[in-house]
């Protein structure tokens, strides 16, 4: 499954990417930089968005089966 992770480079979003990778899944993290998503694991890839920026939405949210989100 296609796993979107929101604040997956934060403390605890990244627990949740590694944990994804290590079960196979495919992982992709929002992040608004894309100098943070050169730190992700590998496996993961990353899309850069701004939830604040309703334009970033369609290339954010398509093709996933699941999406995580800490508030």
Known sequence: MRQLILGGTGTV????VRGLLEK???VRVVTRSADRG?????GASFVVG??????????IFVDYDNLFLLT
């Open 24 to 26: 196979g899944e495919n």
């Open 38 to 42: 050169k730190d992700l694991p590998k």
């Open 13 to 16: 979003g990244s627990l949740v």
């Open 50 to 59: 701004d939830l604040a920026d309703p334009t970033t939405y369609e290339k």
